[in-house]
């Protein structure tokens, strides 16, 4: 049964730091490739950054890129999210979700993704 936690979120001052992990269980970690995604309210769900199942490969939103780092421990069965210079913009609930199938085209792609876990949230404030 797949099961992702995601934590870290909290109210931070923009231009701050937070580090958002993602500890995954009940399967085979380095199969899956994996997304943190966000949600702000009256939004759609929009993907933030993902790497494949191996690591090699990442996608980052264009408005994170620079500013936010995605690794995976497979050692720990964690996607570790790092979110520097945060911007008002980024405020949204985050979530983390697992594929097994995903294709490289389509990995910033919320449809693409069966496994969800709860969110956290991120505030920035000004």
């Known amino acids: 049964d797949v099961q992702l936690q995601a934590s870290g979120g909290g109210l931070v001052q923009a231009g701050g730091s937070l580090r958002l992990s993602c500890a995954a269980s009940?399967?085979?970690?380095?199969?899956?490739?994996i997304g943190w995604f966000r949600q702000a309210p009256g939004k759609g769900r929009e993907g933030v950054a993902c790497?494949?199942?191996?690591?090699?490969?990442?996608y980052y939103r264009g408005s994170v890129r620079g500013r936010f780092t995605i690794s995976r421990e497979s050692a720990e069965n964690l996607v570790n999210l790092q979110m520097n210079n945060l911007r008002l913009e980024d405020t949204a609930l985050y979530s983390c979700?697992?594929?097994?199938?995903?294709?490289?085209?389509?990995?910033?792609?919320?449809?693409?993704?069966?496994?969800w876990g709860q969110g956290t949230q991120v505030t920035v404030s000004s």
């Open positions: 979700a697992a594929s097994r199938t995903i294709i490289q085209s389509s990995i910033g792609m919320p449809s693409a993704y069966a496994n």
């Open positions: 009940g399967f085979t970690f380095t199969d899956y490739a």
């Open positions: 790497i494949n199942k191996s690591g090699r490969s990442t």
